[in-house]
């Protein structure tokens, strides 16, 4: 079957893999597409059309091993568990595949939200803002706030006969929730849609996060996407909300925060390891982020 470039929220079934075993219909869905599927234990590669309604797939049973990819790209492997959840809006199509690690049945659910149910809660949040918003792209991540709503709807799913306004209710504390934690706001008002897919923003932070204790260089970080610096730091920010020179210095600070709770290492050691060669410069970055030293830091461990 000819996968295109784009596809709505009516079609993107087609395009799955799996037996649906549970599905929302009627009229009480309008706004909100819900879909249950029981996947094999492995697939070959198949490529999901890209949507512009927001997306988001979550892992209801079953740990597996997952890889995605973009234009013929490397593979990103992402593990899989229970609870994990993929959400993208937009972009491009990319290329998908999987092997479960458990003898446990491996299961999805899919649920998209309408543009305009998403716009009232970017509009909500964001106010004049929330047409500079575009939803970040995230591979595997974990939200324990967001699966008790989405559990709601795949219950409600079940009923022979759905309430249009739980499900709209629902759907609208979804879109909020979405527009607080995973928006990122664009720099001018063009209406750009392009970002960085989440397995490539997956890929490109995990080597960040190995490459710490050098020296940052936005060259570096942009030849990994293949992209130029300017375009790189353009997608990056929309895709976090931070430049990439800001989300290295988060990731060392996570780091060193890490370090001072659960190792004897002294600060300057610890400083060295993230990248610092100046303690002093740490200590001022460190008290900037947690407004303690991080000798204080430790303390309250």
């Known amino acids: 079957m000819r996968v295109p470039e784009t596809t709505s929220a009516e079609e993107i079934d087609r395009y799955a893999v799996g037996d649906r075993i549970v599905a929302s219909k009627g009229p009480a869905w309008h706004d909100v597409r819900l879909?249950?599927?029981?996947?094999?234990?492995?697939?070959?590669?198949?490529?999901?059309?890209?949507?512009?309604?927001?997306?988001?797939?979550?892992?209801?049973?079953?740990?597996?091993?997952?890889?995605?990819?973009?234009?013929?790209?490397?593979?990103?492997?992402?593990?899989?568990?229970?609870?994990?959840?993929?959400?993208?809006?937009?972009?491009?199509?990319?290329?998908?595949?999987?092997?479960?690690?458990?003898?446990?049945?491996?299961?999805?659910?899919?649920v998209l939200l309408s543009l305009p149910l998403f716009s009232e809660g970017l509009k909500d949040v964001l106010g004049e803002n929330a047409a500079h918003a575009h939803l970040r792209d995230l591979s595997g991540f974990e939200d324990s706030r967001l699966l008790p709503l989405l559990q709601l709807l795949r219950e409600e799913a079940l009923k022979p006969a759905a309430s249009r306004l739980f499900v709209r209710g629902i759907g609208h504390a979804i879109a909020v929730h979405l527009a607080r934690n995973y928006v990122a706001l664009s720099e001018d008002a063009s209406g750009e849609t392009a970002a960085l897919p989440g397995f490539k923003l997956r890929r490109i932070t995990d080597w960040m996060a190995e490459h710490l204790a050098e020296e940052f260089s936005l060259a570096r970080v942009a030849e990994q996407a293949g992209m130029s610096e300017f375009h790189f730091n353009r997608l990056f920010k929309r895709a976090t909300g931070l430049p990439p020179s800001q989300y290295c210095i988060k990731l060392r600070l996570d780091l060193a925060k890490r370090l001072l709770r659960e190792t004897e290492k002294s600060v300057i050691t610890i400083a060295n390891d993230v990248g610092y060669s100046n303690p002093s410069h740490f200590a001022q970055l460190f008290r900037k982020d947690t407004g303690l030293s991080p000798t204080d830091y430790r303390r309250q461990r």
């Open 35 to 110: 879909t249950v599927y029981a996947l094999p234990q492995a697939s070959g590669v198949f490529t999901m059309p890209a949507v512009t309604e927001p997306f988001i797939v979550w892992i209801n049973s079953g740990d597996a091993e997952a890889q995605e990819r973009e234009n013929d790209g490397p593979w990103v492997t992402t593990r899989l568990k229970k609870g994990s959840l993929f959400l993208t809006a937009a972009g491009a199509p990319y290329d998908f595949k999987w092997r479960t690690l458990t003898a446990e049945p491996f299961e999805v659910t899919l």
